[in-house]
């Protein structure tokens, strides 16, 4: 991923409050569309070290249930 320009996750439908990813000078960033002026960056391999967690379950407790 070398685009600087942010792009939207496609779990977030049609919504105008969306989580929003690029990389950027070798650092992935991300945001809200919502909340644009809020940016964090990390690297790329602690940005998939956190998808591998969060796929496997490591921060459902964190959740609320509706």
Known sequence: MT???WQKSSYSG?????VEVRA???LIELRESDEGEVVVRTTALKFALFLQ???AGEFDHLTVDA
């Open 3 to 5: 685009n600087f320009v």
């Open 14 to 18: 049609s919504n105008a409050d969306c």
């Open 24 to 26: 950027v000078a070798g």
């Open 53 to 55: 967690g969060a796929k």
